[in-house]
């Protein structure tokens, strides 16, 4: 299978491009070979600059909940494109995504709108250090919350998979004020409120932890971050930037009924458009420029393309009612039948699926951290990785990612993963 076009473009990208690629989970590093270069998509699938169709469980890790090109989000866009791309004016449109927000997702009061959910991130974290008057945050090894300082200690996702959870460039200034834990161990948040109870401005937990594979919280965890966060002054922050809209209509704090005092979003409410979130209670958001003393903005916050691309996804999210329980049995389906062919072939597997995200280790677990994770064979994932790859379907090419499943998706296309598994597997 050709992948002549793709090689050459990616030499050419590393002529221009620091590593050819513009976000580095992209470039293949943790599976080995060259990224392929895609030229279009359409509902499950992308087409690369060779012709060769895959079917995509990446969804431009994680936005893609309608599939690629949905007529409703081509549409919003280019008709929205014909009025202007951009006026550093309030528009409507912002509102009118704000209200969708507002409507579906239950701690969200206010919304203010960022253009990723790195910016989301780092505005939260700062509005709650404004809010408390403290400094340090607490995070959990494994997860990812973008690429901002304070996140980059022991921090999943493309941190994790090219070797560098704690970046160089972050001063030790930074790095202390941010308490790094084990996930799904609420023992350690209490003792870190203990040992620090007047330093903690907020604690920043991915409610399902998507950065180190798929992870989720065992019984009673996020309701007991809830609860030491309220006993201590803390603000709970839900990073809801994968699981929002993705897992549920009102994401994982719906699932979990558990209200955190601020979330953050990206990726769906953009609709593949380039837009974070952040939001939650009225009296912390009103502390933000120009209504109170804590500074945020940005250029293109708000862009009229990217909201026309959010509403038209949050409106087809919010008028479908079967959306979400049709995913998640097509992610059960899914998640299912690959457990039943590596148990045929005897690797071990561990899986986990929520809504329309999966994830799949290649240990047989349990995984409930990132120690746990680590145990993943992360050479048997590679050599699953590009088997898959050959056969035409497109996984994310790291392990510690997490997997998704659009409206797109098919019962025949999760056949054809499966049976590609089941080939692939003979191999290993
Ligand atoms: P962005 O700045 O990449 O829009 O969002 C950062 C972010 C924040 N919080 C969570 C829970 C996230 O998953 C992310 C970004 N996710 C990764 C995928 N694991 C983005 C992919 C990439 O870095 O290219």
Redesign the pocket.
Known sequence: MSTERSISAFARARNVIAGGVN?P??AFRAVGGSPVFMKSGAGARMRSLDDREYLDYVLS?GPLILGHAHPDVVKAITAAAARGSSFGTPTEAESELAELIVAMVPSIERVRFTS???EA?MSAVRLARGFTGRDAIVKFAGC???HGDAFLIAAG??ALTNGVPNSPGVPEGVARDTIVLPYNDAAAVRGAFEANPDRIAAVIV?PYA??MGLVLPEAGYLQALRELCTQYGALLIF?E??TGFRVGRGGAQERENVLPDLTTL?KVIGGGLPV?AFGGRADVMDLLSPAGPVYQAGTLSGNPLAMAAGIATLKAIRDDATLFERLEVLTKLLTEGLTAVFDKHGVAQTTAYAGSMFGLFFTAGPVRDLTGAMTSDTERYKKYFHGMLDRGIYLAPAQF?AGFVSTAHTVKDVEQTIEAADEVLATL
């Open positions: 976000s989970v992209r890790w990723s959910g790195t991130t990812y919350h973008g996702s493309g991915e998507g950065n990073d930037v994968m990206g974070g990612e």
